[in-house]
């Protein structure tokens, strides 16, 4: 065989690793990029989660005002997020799974507290019916359980 010939087949043999290389490379980074987006969040979404529970324990008291908020601020936060994610993509079946159940997740969660602050905003503070409250609080359970299982699969 010449050495042309060789020098031609070996060179076409590293480009085709290189190119078999690259996805499963970029393949680990795109679950990278997933897990980076999401605990770039996390600081905010804790601090509103802390909000919301503080507005929680407020709203006895006659105190709408910092749930409201809290509620509009977590919703926000959730949205935008959600958002962030949709435009990343997974490169493992476990990414893409835990990907779709965080996105999931987080929109039963925002969706349990927008329904929550239109019933707080609907009673002029006063008490809120006990049948809005489960259902809230059934499709918060609902999401932070897809948003738990998503983060299972995507850590590991």
């Known amino acids: ?8 087949s070996l060179l076409s043999g590293v480009a085709l690793c290189a190119i078999l290389g690259g996805p499963i490379a970029g393949a680990q980074a795109s679950d990278n990029s997933i897990r980076a987006t999401l605990n770039s969040f996390a600081p905010k979404i804790v601090r509103d989660e802390t909000a919301v ?17 809290a509620l509009m601020h977590e919703v926000g936060d959730l949205h ?3 958002s962030k994610l949709k435009h990343e993509s997974a490169s493992s079946a476990d990414g893409a799974k835990g990907k779709t159940d965080i996105v999931k997740g987080l929109s039963l969660i925002a969706s349990a507290y927008s329904a929550l602050r239109r019933d707080v905003l609907a ?8 049948a809005q409250v489960t259902a809230a609080v059934n499709t918060d359970k609902k999401g932070r359980s897809k948003l738990l299982a998503g983060l299972h699969l995507l850590g590991g």
Request: aromatic letters at 2%; proline letters at 14%; a positive charge.
């Open 1 to 8: 065989m010449p050495r042309s010939v060789r020098r031609l």
């Open 53 to 69: 529970r503080n507005g929680l324990t407020q709203y006895p008291q006659g105190k709408s005002q910092p749930l409201i908020k």
């Open 80 to 82: 935008s997020l959600k």
């Open 123 to 130: 009673v002029n503070g006063g008490p809120v019916p006990k």
